[in-house]
């Protein structure tokens, strides 16, 4: 009789394939600790320096953290920082709905009315189409169309809709969020349609054999099934915005507050600690939303 044949070792006890797992692993390690981990600490430990007109002075202090949130002891009477921040917040807020319902919209479109692969991808290209050119341009490209004397307006105008120009298409919030919208669609688009091109057709099939009907279907099949690409989107589009200053100073005119545009004016005039302080807690306050976030649907888990 023959002997029983020796199972082979698993592979994670084998020490030669343990050790070539580590240095698989130890590129990606150091690109993120050199380019991620270090520069975070080095903000964090400049945020406790002092500084004057002409230097930086290494040391620890609370200084800064202290004349960010100077004047907010009165919560009556909020304070700049409170209001930044809050305007801050409220264009994530509006934007992330936007790009959420039209990033959805197309999403669906393409996923389940366009049939045809190949007519799928020359769709999902025209998408992309805007994102061939630079933010700056894309966003001046609407200066001419919302200015006083702009297009939207002549238009208006002419057909005796308005009697004067409307000032509030442009360097406004609506211009803003606009531009928002313009934008960072697209980041909203993607993951939602790769999320929808996931799901099992079979799925909504037995759906519709059960009598639900199409919103029924959308509500409680399509929309669980997509919460993935919806969670991925919405944390791409928030936590750009809430770090944007370039489009808040063009499309706002330079005269809306953001906290990317506090720092960006602090940097400039060689406030290095005081915006490194401004930087980590805009930072902290995106990372609790995406821990909020992310409690909502495992990422790890869907993927």
Known sequence: MSSPST??????????????????????TAVFVLFFLIPLALIAMVSFWDFNEYELLPGFTFKNYVAIFDGCANLADACTTLRTYYSTL?????????TLVLGFAVAYFLAFHVRSAGMQTLLFV?????????????????VPLLGRNGLVNQTLMELHLVEQPIEWLLFSDFSVVLAFVHLYTMFMIVPI????????????????????SGWQTLWN??????????????????TIVMGDFV????MGGQQIASVGKIIQVQTSYLQFPLAAANAVILLAIVLMIIWGLTRLVDIRKEL
């Open 7 to 28: 199972a082979p070792p698993a592979a994670a006890a084998v020490p030669g394939r343990r050790i070539a797992a580590w240095w698989q692993a130890a590129p990606f």
């Open 126 to 142: 025209l998408c992309t189409v805007p994102f061939w050119t630079s933010n700056v341009i894309r966003m001046i490209s609407w």
């Open 247 to 250: 489009t808040i100073g063009v």
């Open 193 to 212: 349609f790769n999320s929808m091109m996931r799901i099992d057709r079979s799925l909504l099939e037995a759906a519709s054999d059960s009598g639900a």
């Open 221 to 238: 099949v399509i929309v669980p099934l997509s919460r993935t690409g919806i969670l991925i989107g919405s944390i791409f589009v928030i």
């Open 90 to 98: 409220k264009f994530s807020l509006l934007v992330w709905l936007i």
